[in-house]
């Protein structure tokens, strides 16, 4: 018996297509849900009591296969009976109702709890903070970053001058110091004020905010096949990291980190290789900044090894990897004990994160080390890509510059424009099939870790059918 | 029988102090955790399981009156029975396995708990967006105001140019404008970085941290006891607005919103008049900026209104009122349907909240207007601030500038300074009391709404005990 067949034994076979999407129902609990809430951005309205495994169910009466799963963020499939057990836990439920502050009232439970999620950090780190989601995530490793810069100059033990002291209650150097984080062109990396300032996905995300002058770096734009474009690739990979140390060196001021995702997901699914990676340790060394890895949308298994970056063998690892989504709590991982502000309280607030959503974390890393679900997915990637690549061979109008290879599941590909993009998604729900796309032109999978051999045959098929018929 | 009673007929009678505090398995097991997490901050490790009504206990057996409840997070008590038969629901199972994409996505059940969220919503407002904590919720807060801002400067349904759209991904104006978001000395609204540069409280909670450039008007400063000091007072409510009025008028950038809390709470238990907060109101509509009211520690009836800026009669109602902690969830309410942004996912993020915070929240605001807590704390802060007048009057060198008459449990006092308030905060967790304290020399009152008479009394007494001692 498979894993989702051990999880999911009443899980649908197919999807069930009973309206168009969104149907009656759909539509009206929209619209009604519109007067207290924003909803236009609906696709459907789910009913979650009923979705299981890797299948969604909306109010219609209509059964998704699920290859979005919540934008990433579902990884043992809907009503996984071992998550139920945990959320019925009375562990759970003093977290739900006590729910502390965690940096001043923590609970005897608290160091089994933070424990749980470090058992799946990235390796060569040990040390975790917690926060609430993938944009808190970053600014709170960001203030780290932040926090490392200014001690290294200063002395970690040194203490604030007077007039830092002073200066910083009027958001004024040198007490609030002009100090920046290099992103990339592309990059997602969420939507407060600072994520939102290091984003650089499309204007809607950004149009209207304020935002602090920091820096953006070119990501590698591959020719695909890789492995017929290596040689342009590898300059490619040299032009950006040319780009990198030039603003590492000439920035107006200092860059306290450097901050990159695996593969920029939101943006494209856009990939570098590990030489680029590697190239970017040993700038963020060589000029003194941090590095930190958002792995929000790539972490869990999805991309076949635990943390995406862990394909590219960056020593020393790197400084801070940051996550959320999947792993249903969020934080930052890292290992240098000076990244550890001086004091305390200074990397604080009330709740310091969400030990419910903490321990949902510990629950869902421990069962997809315990059922290999992250080497499930390599094999059941690299069976889907296969198929893909015959597809992709066969309907190249349609699916250009397949992406993903020993990636997983993780795995896009580009239309011609945005219109016909748009057209195989809504296509695609129409045959039962939920799927996500990327940047303007690109589709990209993000199925569950539950996803398995017959889902992909499911996934194919109906894909085959659309641009068959196109 | 009382509300306390009936929620918790086994609560302790009494504190009950076995060690010092911390004891000898609080400072093991700090020390421990300390391997994993930042256990610097904690005061003590609490065993939330046994825990109960007012009493918080540790894992050396001391069982304390608390009177700072997760820094005035905790609403209806430890352990409270409604709250575990709402945890242990099958909508709330749900809602921690099945997350959703809550704007792609929402669930069937979506409209209703947001609807009951609603339930509590400020007088004059009927919309939600939701948040993860107080400094997200200011955050999005403000991301509304400066969407609403642009949109009325451009036109609500007027296209994005493409020099916005062009600058936009560079981070420059005119896309990404620059927008103040006027605050007050004094005041703390999160740690985030936009909601930092708001924040005016300690220099430890921004030192290091980049900021945005934006202004801070001066919050009243009133001469205590407040009868005896009527036209001083005045005085500087009138100083104080004259300040706001010339920085609406003169800041380098406009003033998208004005951000206060009705009580500054974090920066001391400051406390402004009606006059003042109408006076604000004022300001706001005639140079053309949102008011946003910060409630997050002020909310949920800790005040004796349910949100304490209802004490103000502001008309019209503030634009938008922030909150969290006691709600346990995070989010803004708000009226005017053009803080709605004029497309969708502008206000987005991949989660929008957290359902099964929210269905908490939902079943705390139905407990506190069912038991009708908002009316019954207000009557046991009367009862207890009486008796603290009674003690201010005895120690006067010890309890000054007593604050809060009329605010429920929502009470403060300051010493002399930082050593002698510190000094008094260890004697009480000596005595079995967990209170906290704010700005640097004073103490505030932050008890669940279970807080009854009989806890007054415990408090006063050990108050007492103290106070006489020195």
Known sequence: MSVCESYFPSEPTAPVVVTQSQ??????????????????????????????????????????????????????????????????????????????????????????????????????????????????????????AFMWYQAKKRGYASPFSAEESESVMKNQSPGSPELAILSFERSFHGRLFASLSTTCSKPIHKLDFPSFNWPKAQFPAYKYPLDANEAANKEEDARCLVIVENLLKGWHCPIAAVLIEPIQSEGGDNHASAAFFQGLRYLTLKYGSLLIIDEVQTGVGATGTFWAHEHFNMSPPPDMVTFSKKLQSAGYYFHDPEIIPNQPIRQFSTWCGDPARMILAGAIGKEVVEKDLTKQAARVGDYLYAKLESLAAKYPDYMADLRGKNRATYIAWSFKDASFRNKFLADMKAVGINVGGCAEDSVRLRPTLVFEWKHANILVTAMEKILSSY
């Open 23 to 144: 149907g009656p129902n759909s539509k009206k609990a929209a619209e009604s849900l519109g007067k207290v809430f924003d909803s236009r951005a609906a696709y459907f309205v789910a009913d979650y009591a009923k979705s299981i495994g890797n299948y969604i169910v909306d109010v219609d009466g209509n059964t998704y296969l699920d290859v979005y799963a919540q934008i990433a963020s579902i990884p043992l499939g809907y009503n996984n009976p071992k998550l139920i057990e945990v959320a019925k836990s009375d562990k759970m439920t003093s977290a739900i109702i006590n729910r502390p502050a965690l940096g001043m009232f923590p609970g005897a439970d608290t160091e089994e709890i933070i424990a749980d999620l470090l058992k799946v950090a990235p390796k060569g780190q040990d040390k975790v903070w917690s926060g609430l989601s993938g944009a808190d995530a970053n600014e709170l490793a960001f203030k780290a």
